[in-house]
């Protein structure tokens, strides 16, 4: 069900699920909130489990500790981000991005993965609309 969540509150539920991995593969853990995008009205559940998903995988491709940073901020502040609806402009979707030291993907599989995004277009999107 949505309603309005602290994305804070989200990826903290997420932590407690893989902090014992976390704390086994030697990995820090950082985080980077802009106050005023954190809050977002979504499924709690389906957030969780995108983030749990994004996660779990970085946390598999470290196999010698390592670094995971969560960052969360309005759509289209980001470097390198556009603001590709009228909403974007008035800051009306947040951005989670998770960035890992991890091994990456091989680049023989980059333009395979590149293809799906194409094919899938805008039918999936990491971006949700905060609240205002």
């Known amino acids: 069900m949505r309603k309005i969540h602290h994305v804070r509150d989200i ?30 009205f979504a499924d709690f559940h389906q957030i969780q489990q995108v ?7 970085a946390i598999d491709a470290m196999k010698d500790g390592g670094q995971l940073i969560l960052t969360v901020a309005p759509a289209g502040s980001g470097e390198g981000l556009k ?9 009306r979707f947040v951005n989670i991005s998770l960035a890992d030291t991890g091994a990456g993907i091989q680049s023989k599989n980059l333009e395979a993965i590149r293809s799906e995004e194409r094919r899938v277009g805008k039918e999936c999107r990491s971006r949700w609309s905060p609240y205002h």
């Open 11 to 40: 990826v903290h539920e997420v932590l407690t699920l893989v902090d014992k991995k976390i704390v086994e593969k030697q990995i820090s853990w950082q985080e980077k909130y802009d106050d005023d995008s954190s809050f977002v």
């Open 51 to 57: 983030l749990l998903n994004l996660i779990l995988n």
């Open 83 to 91: 603001a590709d609806t009228k909403q974007n402009e008035n800051n």
